[in-house]
Nanobody, 115 residues
Framework: EVQLVESGGGLVQPGGSLRLSCAAS????????MNWVRQAPGKGLEWVSE????????YYADSVKGRFTISRDNAKNTLYLQLTSLKTEDTAMYYC????????RGQGTQVTVST
């Protein structure tokens, strides 16, 4: 059974930083591209970033390019997302997922950017 468990969210002021983690189990993590997606209140799911199975290739949505960094540690079966220069519009539930449409995904971790 695929399990994805996100952590690291919280309340942060605009301009702040957070590091999200996603612990994966139930599948061969190192064989898969992995993604982060997010859902803001009242909005649909938005793809944020993708990383290749080796970690060499990384892709970002224009809305986060230059501010967020995706990475992975295949030895630890863990995916990361470093969020910097956060804006209020980054407020959302963040999920790690196996594909860009968010399937399958974990239970999410809440990121709130507010003064």
């Amino acid at each position: 059974e695929v399990q994805l468990v996100e952590s690291g969210g919280g309340l942060v002021q605009p301009g702040g930083s957070l590091r999200l983690s996603c612990a994966a189990s139930g599948f061969n993590f190192s064989n898969y591209y992995m993604n982060w997606v997010r859902q803001a209140p009242g909005k649909g799911l938005e793809w944020v970033s993708e990383i290749s199975s080796s970690g060499y290739w990384k892709y970002y949505a224009d809305s986060v390019k230059g501010r967020f960094t995706i990475s992975r540690d295949n030895a630890k079966n863990t995916l990361y997302l470093q969020l910097t220069s956060l804006k209020t519009e980054d407020t959302a539930m963040y999920y790690c997922a196996r594909d860009r449409s968010g399937n399958p995904r974990g239970q999410g971790t809440q990121v709130t950017v507010s003064t």
